[in-house]
C-alpha cells in the first residue's frame, strides 16, 4: 500500500476537532518483513503563552476542570467506514503471523 491520509472531522463540524490518518509500511529490522502502521495525529486547539501559563499554575496548586483539559471528537457515521478501513489495515498484520 503507498502512504495514504485520511481526514476525520467531528460530527459537531468543527474543523478544530480533527484527527488526520496517516498509514505507511515500515521494513522491521529484525526480520526485514514489511508492518502497517498507521499514524494518528489529532488537531488541538492553539492557545497563547500567558494562557497555558496560567493553566499550568492553576494545574500546579491542583486545580481541576470539571470537563478535563481536553477537548472530544465525536465520530461521525458517515466515516465508519474510514474508520474500518483502519482496523483491517492494521488486521493484516496479525493475519499473516
Known amino acids: 500500500m503507498e502512504n495514504k491520509n485520511e481526514i476525520l472531522i467531528c460530527a459537531c463540524h468543527s474543523t478544530e476537532h480533527q484527527i488526520v490518518l496517516i498509514y505507511e509500511e ?23 503563552f500567558f ?3 496560567k493553566y499550568a499554575i492553576k494545574y500546579i ?9 481536553f477537548d472530544e471528537f465525536i465520530f461521525n457515521p458517515k466515516d465508519a467506514d474510514k474508520i474500518q478501513e483502519l482496523v ?10
Open 26 to 48: 515500515e521494513t522491521n529490522k529484525e526480520t526485514g518483513e514489511v508492518d502497517p502502521m498507521c499514524y494518528a495525529h489529532v488537531h488541538l486547539n492553539k492557545r497563547s
Open 61 to 69: 496548586f491542583g486545580y481541576k476542570c470539571n470537563y478535563g483539559a
Open 88 to 97: 483491517d489495515y492494521l488486521k493484516s498484520e496479525v493475519k499473516q503471523e
Open 51 to 53: 494562557y497555558r501559563l
